[in-house]
């Protein structure tokens, strides 16, 4: 295997050369997408999974690493395309064909430390500020549901901006959310308070790629989890 650039190419036999190469648009989302530095391979729990999947299935493909909202806008407008790791929720159903599930993971609130133990459910914070990435499922989840949505095109300039109190809250996937601050030393400033919601994640694929290819994707992903 070898990378160039946040794209990871994975060799193909002689025979396979004249199939369309598959392209797969990401994030850095801990631990499912992961890519330690500029050039680094991309691993993680999903990630790992669809490199085995698809050198199971025989398919010439590439990953790309990219904010969210380009990756999943990439693979909705263009043939050939998947995005991972995506929720699958009724309003993006339609949108794509669907390979998985191939992850789970938890949706999470965090804030400041002086609301520990203090705020624990989503009622509690229905006339608050939460923040997120632009495209991320708790968008339409939570809009629709009354709370008001501040976005950023990064996690940790939602995560920055709670520590700066510029926002009230931030939601994230559980693990991820606690990385970020980790990563961005803000321990002393934001905190996880609780998870409102679990969901599995999936490949999802443009809606005019070949039923065949999907088809196949979905059977070896079976096999694996055998």
Not at 11 to 26: G, L, P, R
Request: net charge neutral.
């Amino acid at each position: 295997m070898c990378f160039l650039f946040f794209i990871a190419f994975c060799d193909v036999s002689t025979a396979q050369t004249k199939q369309t190469t598959i392209n797969i648009t990401t994030e850095y989302l801990y631990p499912l997408n992961i890519v330690d530095k500029e050039g680094g391979p991309i691993y993680g729990q999903s990630a790992d999974k669809v490199h085995e999947l698809f050198k199971r299935s025989q398919l010439p493909y590439q990953i790309s690493v990219m904010s969210w909202n380009r990756a999943f806008e990439l693979a909705r407008h263009h043939a050939d395309t998947c995005v991972f790791s995506t929720a699958r929720i009724k309003e993006r159903e339609s949108w794509f064909q669907w390979v998985g599930p191939i992850a789970t993971g938890n949706w999470a609130i965090f804030g400041s430390p002086d609301k520990l133990g203090k705020i624990t459910r989503l009622e509690d914070i229905k006339q608050s500020s939460i923040g997120t990435e632009v495209g991320n499922v708790s968008v339409p989840y939570l809009s629709e549901k009354g709370f008001r949505l501040v976005t950023s095109h990064e996690s940790a300039t939602t995560f920055k901006n709670v520590a700066l109190g510029r926002i009230d809250y931030a939601t994230a996937g559980d693990i991820h959310g606690k990385k970020i601050i980790s990563e961005n030393q803000l321990e002393d400033k934001v905190v996880f308070l609780f998870n409102y919601q679990t969901s599995d994640y999936y490949l999802a694929c443009h809606p005019k790629m070949r039923a065949e290819t999907i088809a196949l994707l979905n059977a070896k992903l079976r096999e694996m989890k055998l």
